[in-house]
């Protein structure tokens, strides 16, 4: 009987568009109708082989792979495709009944599941050859994401050209506002939960992983950055400031970076530039940082109390700026505290208790010892 139906594949085409223009499957799709005949064809004769256990050429055989690798590039959902696909039996099994006498359409119930197994396996091979085409197209889609990615930082985006390419390619505005992220590797984990969140939100972003360790790159406005701070709760990672426009997102990748260099180990939070700024600004202006420490250290290199000098100051710095709570925070009196910021005063003539003073030596101290290792 099988052999009797496979001449008439073409009616059997037709009967199975028929029943996809009822379901609206493949309305809005990319498939080409005369391809879409032309495959349909080939996996109505594969079927009618194997019912009838005739002989089947490799091309045919391969029809289940090709099929599923093309609906794949032209990006029909896997949900259409199987589903167009296990239509295939309802034709057939309409076909059959339409050719079989009264013998064999008796019989035929007897066959129903092995023909229902001949069509299931060509279904699956479809959605095996679409999942692998679609995985491999994905990795090509997210290598070319990280490559722009990489040619945005590489020309700081000051190359319009570039800047316009990579907004096409990771599906960013040009103009856009932007917050940027990273954190280490061994709080990558955490940072992927965070895009997840953001990705479950419909949020824009575009995640890669940067030297030292991973970035997120967000789209946010001002009111957004809040719900963006919550997504980053209990993360040890850095925040840059806003960037205002693609082109500017290097910039906020390298301060992130730097913000992120500066943030204590055992902290379990977004870093802001607001907490690491005098080590961000260090790190861009090296060489003024360091003559600054080196002056005030070589002020202080035969001073036997030099330590105790710059400990208290700091101390002072870092607290609110009055003695009393640096008295309590070091167990001294405050007259003890004063005469020593006033003999620090006397010896390097930096007075922290003058703001200018103040934010020059903390800017100083982020630089550590000085160059010539003096003590």
């Known amino acids: 009987m099988a052999g009797r139906c496979l001449p008439r594949v073409d009616d059997q085409y037709r009967a199975w568009l028929v029943l996809l223009r009822r379901s609206g499957l493949y309305g809005d799709s990319w498939v080409d109708h005369d391809e879409l005949r032309a495959k349909a064809l080939e996996v109505f004769e594969l079927i009618w082989r194997r019912i009838a ?19 794949a590039e032209q990006g029909v959902p896997l949900s259409e495709v199987q589903a167009a ?61 990280r490559e722009w990615f990489r040619r945005l930082l590489k020309c700081d985006g000051e190359r319009p050209d570039v800047v316009k390419n990579a907004a096409e390619v990771l599906e960013l505005p040009v103009e856009g506002r932007f917050r940027v992220v990273i954190a280490t590797r061994e709080h990558a984990g955490r940072l992927r939960d965070a895009r997840d969140a953001l990705m479950a939100l419909r949020w824009s972003f575009h995640y890669q992983e940067v030297e030292g360790g991973d970035l997120l790159v967000i789209q946010s406005t001002q009111e957004q950055d809040k719900r963006v701070m919550i997504c980053l709760g209990g993360i040890r990672c850095a925040v840059a400031p806003p960037a205002h426009g693609l082109d500017e997102v290097p910039r906020a990748t390298r301060i992130a970076s730097d913000i992120l260099a500066a943030l204590p180990e055992d902290r379990s939070s977004p870093g802001l530039l607001e907490d690491a700024w005098l080590s961000v600004a260090a790190t861009q202006a090296p060489l003024v940082t360091q003559a600054l420490a080196d002056r005030i250290h070589r002020c202080l290199e035969n001073v036997q109390d030099g330590d105790v000098l710059l400990e208290t100051a700091r101390v002072f710095c870092d607290g609110d700026g009055t003695v009393s709570r640096a008295a309590g925070e070091l167990f001294c009196h405050r007259n003890t505290v004063l005469n020593r910021l006033e003999r620090l005063r006397s010896l390097t003539g930096v007075d922290v208790r003058r703001p ?3 934010a020059g030596f903390l800017f100083a101290m982020s630089a550590g010892k000085p160059a010539g290792g003096t003590p």
């Open 53 to 71: 256990g005739f002989e089947v050429a490799e091309h045919l055989a391969e029809v289940s792979h090709r099929v599923g690798v093309r609906r």
């Open 85 to 145: 696909a296990n239509r295939d039996f309802q034709v057939v099994w309409e076909a059959m009944l339409a050719e079989a006498d009264d013998h064999e359409a008796a019989a035929l119930l007897q066959h129903a599941p092995a023909i229902w197994a001949i069509v299931e396996d060509h279904t699956q091979r479809i959605t095996e050859a679409y999942r692998r085409r679609s995985n491999e197209l994905d990795d090509l889609s997210d290598d070319r994401r």
């Open 356 to 358: 200018r003073d103040a």
